[in-house]
């Protein structure tokens, strides 16, 4: 695993874990995988969530799926697709959400970089995905490793908030300490399950309010709308 791709935080943290069997073999499977079929994310775009959001600063962790299947969309962070790709339609939703319990305008772009930055670890349960082929690198050892993820955040910190949306995050409820973190659920933003309860869950404000409670910083979910006006 690339170091230069992930905070020394973090590679402190996993580096037993990257040594364990079952990764290795998962390691030789997304080689093979690549060698035959193109592969998203790119490479260099794998870890991005252990980059952009350091261990010693987590806040809150975000909890996907699995990576987008498409060219060009998935660039390591759940959700997230990079500037001047069309948003989809969980994110719009998202965006939807987000106006309704912010009041901020949806921003244009669909890349969350800067709320990685302020501490959103955005965590897919598996990161890597055969292009056009959804689910494609389930089972294969990446549950294994994100599962170990969670554990560790929940055994090691305190006072995180786990963001979990539709029944495949709530499910890792069971890796959570609920006596010391906080957990926020819904049903996934995707255009399926938005009506049954996503819409009108206000997640924003109910982060900000908890981490003012915290004593810690709260999100400046416009962020993104920010930096397009810099760019």
Known sequence: MSQEYIDPGWLSVLSNEFQQPYFLELRRFVVQERA??????????????FLLTPWDQVKVVLLGQDPYHGVGQAHGLCFSVPNGVPIPKSLQNIYKELETDMQITPPQSG???????????MLNAILTVRAHSAGSHRNKGWETFTDAVIRKLSDEKS???????GNYARAKKVLIDQSKHYIIEAPHPSPLSAHAGFFGSKPFSKINNILVQEGKKPIEWDSICRKEGAR
Do not use: D, M, T
């Open 159 to 165: 006072g995180l908030i786990f963001l979990l949306w």
């Open 111 to 121: 890349n969350l970089e800067s709320w990685a930055q302020q501490g959103i670890l």
């Open 36 to 49: 035959n079929y193109q592969v998203f994310p790119p490479k260099e775009n794998l870890l991005r969530a």
